[in-house]
């Protein structure tokens, strides 16, 4: 959409504005049908996903939680929300733990994942009100 509108201050916090922007102007409409659809489906992924982290967790399988830390952090980085994708990369590290690193302890983990959901509310707050 051509001069789309700019990105609110405030996401520069959470969002890497520049390819958030790029997103924008693949836009035809005022609606922004193309990136809202993105943000959405995003939005659905990530709300499955945390259900199977807090799943890997209670099931202490630190290697799936790595794997969909790793793919949340993919996901949120194509849309540049650098926040959710910065929490992510820290859960995909734990797969990766070796024997001689200190052990986890769950409250730990349980933290982690909290913070990424809050990264998550945070943003997809933002959002929400930037669509609406």
Known sequence: MEGSPRIP?????????YTFD?????DDDKERSFSRSIVETFFDQAETTFGKMDNALAEN???TL????HFLKGSSASLGLTKVQNACSEI?????????DPPLDH???EALLKRVRTDYDEIHSLLEAFYN
């Open 9 to 17: 201050e405030g996401f520069a916090n959470v969002i890497d504005v």
């Open 22 to 26: 790029q997103i924008l102007e693949m």
């Open 61 to 63: 399988d630190l290697e």
């Open 66 to 69: 790595s794997q969909l830390g």
């Open 92 to 100: 995909q590290h734990l797969g990766r733990l070796s024997p001689n």
């Open 107 to 109: 409250d730990g983990l």
